[in-house]
């Protein structure tokens, strides 16, 4: 009902009953033409944007706990009293609303601007000459943009300078295994009039190939060098290929740039199309293509997809799935050579022998850490080739942050144990705390790790932190592939440590939430009928 108070640009409007909503719901509502989230907690009532800034998921289904609101679709998290993103995946906070209680009516007061949008930027400062400092950021990844964007909203007024070696905008990469024939522009995280109204500096195909420390520079493969002040180093891994005979044959693939992905979704059209890997940038691929190739054939190491990480029920759920959308497995396997007919593909050849024709391959075999410019520069690094970090992002050296995929990081969820992390909310969460440290405000990483996957029309969302479980216990359906709906815990000892879910939002949200306030679900718990109910009892 729209209320006496409204203006031509405010709407007032009286959502429910003062007792309608009890401490720890949430409820939609309407204010005008628009839609808002009404939350009580502790006695008072926030209202916020009602979807997720990300992909626009209704909060309202997701997970609230501690003043904070969690998506049910990939886990972002927003501030029920600022509207601020907490954490990602996102870059955007959700529009704020007052909310006035007279006598027993709940009013929400709310511009309508705000009210016809779904995101709010929050206050960005720009480039002031009086600054000279420069932090260099390079890398074109979700934790570089995020950094830089973080500076500005904290009052960063010195040069920022985004060097990538990419040759597009930054983009929404997730996107790039789920839909290979995305233009970048569709994809791009923001638009490049964003990066020039900020005073963002973005330097394209700029590959950085050796860090100084002592002159705290770095220098480039075209020749220049830039200096710094502060360096936030995000360059994000390598795509493995394969070592054996015909590895050098045109048609042969890796998947790491829009560019890449419009060139296999082009090449593969009505082709006998091989995937090398059955982890997700594999099976996303094999999953866009089935259906659009000629024929799908997927080769893995394992018994089953996603062994490693979701185990071998799940993992036999998954392989049922695309089986029945006609993609054929050959598991246990490996590649011994590629053939080729006038310098183009033709075979692939198995280590059991097999010889498979083939048009085009896709090779999704992991990546390794691109850290080749800190070759001898004097940084702690790992065998493996990662940078070590601190809980703040920073190295060993007290000038230079890294973070995403090239670190390992301390990880409160298991005592801080350093970890390697490859998911893009958490190379998100990596560059909003560099920023802060940067800039001198001490910040520590504590989050969960989040991430999703997609296929055939369906997702896996999973969160936690999983390695060194000893068992996972499934609930739901994992038989019918026509209704597929489970949760799958992930335990270690007698304590839940991850979680993964497909047709059962919000559980994974809520998770997330129970671990992020350092909670422990116990398996005793989630071996009860009532395993859900549990979760959201922790909250």
């Not at 059955?278 to 000629?294: C, P």
């Not at 999704?364 to 970090?389: F, I, Q, Y």
């Amino acid at each position: 009902m729209t209320h006496k108070g409204s203006t031509p640009d405010t709407i007032e409007a009286v959502v429910c009953k003062k007792d309608d909503l009890k401490d720890g719901e949430m409820k939609q509502v309407e204010v005008g033409d628009g839609k808002v989230l009404l939350i009580r907690e502790d006695g008072a009532f926030h209202a916020i944007g009602s979807k997720c800034s990300h992909y626009g998921a209704p909060l309202v289904k997701g997970a609230l706990c501690n003043s904070r609101v969690r998506c049910p679709w990939h886990g972002a998290c927003f501030s029920i009293k600022t509207g601020d993103i907490e954490d990602f995946p996102g870059l955007d906070s959700v529009p704020i609303h007052e909310v006035i209680v007279r006598g027993n009516d709940v009013v929400v007061k709310a511009s309508v601007d705000a009210l016809s949008k779904d995101r709010r930027m929050k206050t960005m400062h720009k480039c002031d000459s009086k600054d000279n400092r420069t932090f260099l950021i390079i890398g074109g990844g979700p934790s570089s943009v995020t950094c830089a964007e973080t500076l500005r909203q904290q009052g960063f007024c010195g040069k920022i300078v985004i060097a990538t070696r990419e040759a597009h905008l930054p983009y929404d990469k997730p996107k790039l295994s789920k839909a290979l024939d995305f233009a970048p522009a569709k994809i791009a995280l923001r638009d490049a009039a964003f990066y020039s109204t900020y005073d963002i500096q973005l330097l394209n195909n700029k590959d950085a190939v050796k860090l100084n420390l002592a002159g705290k520079n770095v220098a480039f493969k075209d020749g220049d060098t830039i200096s710094y002040d502060k360096l936030m180093i995000a360059t994000g891994g390598t795509p493995r290929t394969l070592d054996c005979p015909g590895s050098d044959l045109e048609n042969i693939f890796v998947l790491r740039t829009p560019d890449d992905g419009n060139l296999i979704a082009e090449r593969a059209k009505q082709k006998k199309v091989i995937i090398i890997g059955t982890s997700f940038i594999g099976m996303e691929v094999a999953a866009f293509l089935a259906g659009k190739a000629g024929s799908v054939s997927v080769i893995g190491h394992g018994n089953v997809p996603f062994e490693r990480v979701l185990g071998a029920q799940i993992g036999n759920a998954m392989m049922k799935l695309f089986v029945a959308k006609k993609v054929e497995f050959y598991m246990e396997n490996g590649v011994k050579e590629f053939v080729g007919h006038d310098g183009k593909l033709s075979k692939v050849i198995l280590t059991s022998g097999e010889k498979l024709d083939a048009d085009v391959c896709v090779v999704g075999a992991g990546v390794t850490p691109c850290t080749k410019l800190l070759n001898d520069s004097g940084l702690e690094m790992t065998d493996r080739g990662h940078v070590v970090v601190d809980k703040r992002m920073g190295s060993s050296n007290a000038d230079v942050f890294a973070c995403g995929d090239i670190v390992v990081f301390p990880l409160f969820l298991c005592n801080d144990k350093r970890v390697n992390i490859q998911h893009w909310q958490m190379a998100s969460q990596h560059g909003k705390v560099a920023a802060f440290n940067m800039l001198g405000t001490e910040k520590d990483i504590c989050s969960v790790p989040y991430f999703w996957t997609a296929f055939f029309g369906k997702s896996v969302r999973y969160t936690g932190y999983a390695e060194g479980f000893d068992d996972i216990i499934v609930c739901g359906n994992v038989e019918n592939v026509d209704d597929l709906k489970f949760v799958a815990y992930f335990t270690k000892g007698n304590n839940v440590i991850a979680v993964a879910s497909m047709n059962c939002d919000p559980i994974v949200s809520q998770a997330a939430e129970v671990m992020a306030n350092c909670k422990v679900i116990t398996k005793e718990e989630i071996t009860s009928e009532h395993h859900s109910c549990w979760v959201a009892a922790k909250l």
